[in-house]
C-alpha cells in the first residue's frame, strides 16, 4: 500500500528554524523539497544562507574520536550544543601546552631530517667536515650528477689535474660525489658542472666529526626526538580517553544539529513587515502525521501551516512511502529493485509476495528442503534484518506446502503420500496434442490467470494516471483482457472437453478487441480532443499497425509459453534429486550414504534454489511487471533520518 501524502508549507521567523527542526521534523517525518523551486511564482525570495558554525567542532571532536577505541560508542542523553563546545574546548585547553610541545618537537624532527638526508650520501668519506668546510685556497663542491654525463665527467677530471672528484653513494639514476678544485681554476669548473646538469648541494656548518659520525649522531637525534613525540602523543591519548564518553556525546549532539542544519540548504527566506526575516520550508507528509503535526503546532503562535492536496496547485510530485503489512514487507526489496512505484499507482508488493513465493513453491516442492528454508531465512531475517532471508523463509514456506502436494521429502517420494500428484510421473490428456505432463499444462494456465489480473492492475493504473488511450486501447487495457480473457475461456472449454461459444459470439469478442487495439492512436486523439487523428498518411499507418499487431500476438504467446518454466523446474527438480538418491544407492534397495543423501540435498537446495528464484524473479519483472508496472515514482525520504 501506498501512504496518502500531503503537501506543506511551513514558516516561522529565520531564527527559529533550529527549534521547528528539533522540535517537529524530527518527530514527524517529512519529505522536504526545495522551497525556492516550490515557491518559483512567488516574488522575493533569496536562500537561507548561514555559515555552518559546527563544523570546526566536528573537526576538533573528530581529531580525538581518533584517539579512542573504534567501537566506542556514546552513553547515556547527550549535552545541549552550548555544553557540547564546552567540553570540547576544556579538552582543548587540557592538551594545547602538549600540542605546542609537539608541534615544536616535529618541527625539530623534520630539520635533523632534512641535515641527516643531505650527508647520507656522503657518510663513507673519511674527512672532518667541520674542517674540509674551511679550507682556504681549495674549492670543494657537494652534489650529484646523472648517470649519463658521469663518464664524461670522470674523463674531464683525468685530464685536468688540479681537479679531484670523489665518488660516493649512487643509484639507479645519479652519482653523488665530491669535487676539489684550485681556487684560481673554480670558476671553469663551475662551468663545466653546469654543462653536464651538476646538481650542487649545499651543507651547513652545523655537523660534527666526520661524515659518517655525523650521519650516526643525527639518527640518534632523531631517534630521540621522535620517542619524546611518542609520549607526549600518549599523554594527550590519555588526557583525551580519560573523558572518553564526553566527547563521544559531545561530537554526536555536533553530528546531529550538523545534519539539522543542513535544512538550510532547501529553505528559503522571505522578508515580511517591520522588516523581519521569515523562513519557508516545503515538503510532504503522510496524511497521518500532517494531522498531528497540525495538532502540534496548535499552540505555537511563532510558526505556521499551510497543508494542501496532492492535486492541488503544488509543483513536485508526492514521494512514494511503502506501507505494508510485516509479512510481505520484504518482498519490498523486489519492487525497489524494479522502482519505486509512482505516487498514482497500484503498490505491487502484496502481489508480489504472493506470486513469487507461489511460483517459487511449484518450481522447488519439497517438504525437507522447504523446512531448511524456511528456517534457515527466519532466523537471518529474526537476527540480521535481512530482507532477502525474509523472502527465502516464505519461498521455502510455499515450497514444504508443494512438497506435500508433491509427496517428496529430501527428494524421497516414498516416505509420505503425494497429495495432488508426483511431477514426473502426472499425465493429462489434451485434445490435439496428446498426452502434456500436468504441471506444463497447470502452469501455462495459472500463467495466464496471472498475465490477465495485471491486465487488470493495468487498467486501475490507466485510471488513476489519468490515461484513457492505455485504458481503453492499450495491449494490457480493456481490449487486450477481452481478447486474452476470450482466448483463455476457450483455451479451457477446449481442453476440458466442453462445447465452445458460437463462432459469431468469438468473432465478436475477438475481433472487435483487434480492432481497438489496430486503431489505438486515432481512437485516443479522439478522446482527448486531438487533430489530426493520425501522426503519418494512412499508409505509414496500415503498415505500422500491422507490425505492431503481429508483435502484440508474438508477445502473447512467447509470454504464456514462459510460464513452463514452472513446471519444467518441478520435473527437473524431482529428476536432480533421483540422481542424488541413486548415487547414494537409496533406489536399488540396498544401503544408504547418507553423507552422499546430505550432501546432494545441500548442493540442489543451493544450486537450484538460486537458480529457481532467479526464473521466478524473471517472470516476475519481464512477463507481470511490464503489463501494468512503471516503477517511476520517488521514494520518501524524511529529513533527518539516515
Known sequence: MIEKMKFLSITGPKEDIDRVVETYLIKYPMHLENALSELSSVRDLTPYLQVNPYRPWIAKADTYAAMLPEDAEPEGELPEVEDAIRILEDVEMAIREKEEEITQKKAELAEKDELRKQIAPYRMLPLSIPELLHFRFVKYR???????????????????????????????????????VLEDHSERLDAVLSTLHFERIFLPDSYEGTAGEAYEGLQRECRHIEQDIAHMELSVKHIV???????????ARLLEMNRHFDVRKLAACTQEKHNKTYFILCGWMSAEDAEAFKTAIAEDYAISCIIEEPEGDVFSSPPTKLKNPAIVKPFELYVR???MPNYK?????????LTYALLFGAMFGDLGQGLCLLVGGYLLYRFKHMALAGIIASAGFFSSIFGVLYGSIFGFENVIPALWLRPKEAMTQIPVIGNLNTVFAVAIVFGMFLILSTMVMQIINATRLHEPGEKWFGTNGVAGLIFYGTLTITVLLFITGHSLPAGILLGIFLGVPVLALALKEPLTRLMEKQRPLL??????????????????MLSFFSNTLSFVRVGAF???????????????GAENGGSINWIIVILGNIFVSGMEGLIVGIQVLRLEY????????????KEFRPFGIE
Open 622 to 633: 519481464y512477463e507481470m511487471f511490464g503489463r501494468f508496472y512503471k516503477g517511476d515514482g
Open 535 to 552: 501522426h503519418e498518411g494512412a499508409g505509414m499507418f496500415v503498415v505500422e499497425t500491422f507490425f505492431e499487431l503481429f508483435e502484440t
Open 570 to 584: 518441478a520435473v527437473s527438480h524431482a529428476a536432480m534429486m533421483e540422481v542424488v538418491l541413486s548415487l547414494a
Open 337 to 339: 529493485m524494479y522502482g
Open 345 to 353: 499507482e497500484l503498490d505491487p508488493t502484496i502481489f508480489v509476495a
Open 142 to 180: 657537494f652534489g650529484r650528477i646523472p648517470r649519463l654525463y658521469i663518464k664524461q665527467f670522470e674523463q674531464y677530471v683525468d685530464e685536468n689535474p688540479d681537479v679531484i672528484f670523489i665518488r660516493c653513494e649512487s643509484e639507479k639514476q645519479y652519482v653523488w660525489g665530491l669535487c676539489f
Open 241 to 251: 580517553q580519560d573523558r572518553e564518553q564526553e566527547i563521544l556525546r559531545a561530537r
